[in-house]
């Protein structure tokens, strides 16, 4: 099983709410990633869990919130997000942190803040 | 530091012709380059990955590319391109020694015309 999977494919937000990303891969990888999208854009780096432990931060802003229970499953929790929020949010997940290992991607959830 | 320039952020080719899209990379140290793939709506999928062995990598889908160090580059490259290769291309660098996170290009929408 070479995949990841993601889910809502889509979400509509309004401002106020408070929603979840899933985010699941059972090829017993060690690092898992949340990456921000815009259209046409490369992905931008968010989160990076590395053995369940939260090891970069690229200055999100606290409005997102990530959460990794196990080695399989990462969750990003989102608040009072605002409309330039909106964008594919893509997880990826890697064997380890090395150089070497390529990172597999999920297919998105497309987010959309109203 | 890293980083990976792509020239052209469109390529336009017939079915048929040759695919060539470009990828330049800047590391101190020896990288390791990747190019992914992204359809519209899905997220990045891998095509191939250099990694210190051959200097031409073939990956899936009948592209490959080849790794010049005197050049800094690492183009990809289809001999007859297929309208299902119309999509986003990524080229992207990991450093030994340095960030063990991928630099992303800009990414190169190629299409494909009938």
């Known amino acids: 099983d070479t995949e990841v999977t993601q889910t809502p494919k889509h979400l509509v937000m309004g401002m106020t709410n408070k929603k979840s990303l899933k985010c699941e891969q059972h090829?017993?990888?060690?690092?898992m990633y949340w990456y921000k999208q815009k259209a046409k854009k490369p992905p931008e780096l968010m989160f990076v869990?590395?053995?369940?432990?939260?090891?970069i931060n690229e200055s999100v802003p606290s409005r997102f919130s990530p959460e990794c229970p196990n080695s399989s499953l990462l969750n990003l929790h989102l608040h009072a997000l605002q409309p330039e929020d909106s964008a594919l949010y893509l997880c990826?997940?890697?064997?380890?942190?090395?150089?070497?290992?390529?990172?597999?991607f999920g297919p998105g959830t497309r987010l959309t803040v109203t | 530091a890293q980083s990976v320039t792509q020239l052209g952020s469109h390529v336009s080719v017939s079915e048929g012709a040759l695919v060539l899209l470009r990828c330049n990379y800047s590391?101190?140290?020896?990288?390791?380059l990747f190019w992914y793939v992204q359809y519209p709506n899905q997220g990045l999928q891998l095509l191939l990955k250099?990694?210190?062995?051959?200097?031409l990598v073939k990956g899936i889908n009948g592209f490959e590319a080849e790794f010049k160090k005197s050049e800094t580059s690492f183009h990809l490259t289809k001999p007859s391109a297929h309208m299902s290769d119309a999509a986003e291309y990524f080229c992207a660098v990991r450093s030994v020694g340095g960030s063990y996170i991928p630099t992303f290009g800009r990414g190169t929408s190629l299409i494909v015309h009938p």
């Open positions: 090829m017993g990888h060690r690092a």
């Open positions: 869990y590395s053995y369940e432990k939260l090891s």
């Open positions: 990826a997940s890697s064997q380890g942190g090395g150089v070497i290992y390529e990172q597999y």
């Open positions: 590391s101190s140290v020896p990288p390791y």
């Open positions: 250099y990694t210190s062995a051959a200097t």
